[in-house]
């Protein structure tokens, strides 16, 4: 049941492709002067459309390489490209949400800690974490099975828990936080955290051990963890700015 992630992306937007340009057919007149110009925009289209498979299928052939050639690295840089930006959005998010019409400048050094994180310590985590559980509990043919199950529950009770306090206190001394501030934000913030994570993680998880091939499974994480990065800058840094308003 699963299929090559190369293919089902070539297949994807070929077909894109010519949903494309058969949307473009039914929506023409067939008057003589539209059809020779609906022959010149589809020719056009048809060889932009087919240029942009190729570039998607070559970047996604050279990813595949790297990460073929050098696993780890590519992970991580790949991770903290993802969490860099997914704190920017957030950020983005702010200024959206804030009362005033005032602009506020890009933390620099926030997204920096953010693509930190994940260069450094969420990719090459997961990558050395799903080592171990796959190395445990095999990958199954099909994909939902009691394996699923049982890897999915180790996952999400017994890895994530961890791993959220890790994420807490790898942000707060980044940030300059002491000791005594990261116990307090766990208190106040880790039970509804790990709610969150929950409500997230535990469908993305199943997928991703039911369906991505074990070389793709960090890069699976990397695209959610996207979102969930925001979640959590939104949510660390709220924190912060209310208390320095205070």
């Known amino acids: 049941m699963k299929l090559c992630t190369y293919t089902c992306i070539q297949r994807c937007l070929l077909v894109a492709a010519t949903l494309s340009l058969s949307a473009r057919a039914f929506t023409t007149t067939t008057t003589p002067s539209n059809a020779a110009m609906f ?23 050279s990813y595949n390489e790297a990460l073929d050639a050098n696993p780890l690295l590519v992970k991580s840089i790949t991770a903290g490209v993802i969490l860099g930006a997914a704190d920017l959005t957030g950020q983005a998010l702010e200024g959206i949400q804030r009362d005033d019409d005032i602009d506020k400048a890009i933390d620099i050094a926030r997204v920096a800690r953010f693509a930190i994180f994940g260069l450094v310590l969420q990719a090459p985590w997961n990558h050395f974490y799903y080592q171990i559980l796959d190395g445990a509990l095999p990958p199954t043919p099909e994909p939902f099975t009691p394996t699923t199950g049982i890897k999915t529950f180790i996952d999400q009770f017994i890895q994530a828990p961890i791993f959220t306090v890790l994420i807490f206190a790898f942000l707060g001394f980044l940030e300059g936080k002491n000791a005594e501030e990261i116990k307090t934000q766990l208190k106040n913030d880790y039970p509804d955290t790990m709610i969150a994570n929950w409500k997230l993680w535990v469908p993305a998880t199943a997928i991703n051990i039911a369906f991505c091939p074990p070389a793709l499974r960090v890069l699976f994480l990397n695209c959610v963890f996207f979102f969930w990065s925001i979640f959590l800058s939104l949510k ?11």
């Open 39 to 61: 022959r010149r925009t589809s020719s056009t289209t048809f060889r932009m459309d087919s240029g942009a498979t190729e570039f998607f299928s070559g970047a996604w052939a």
């Open 236 to 246: 660390l840094n709220k924190e912060d700015e209310t208390a320095s308003e205070a």
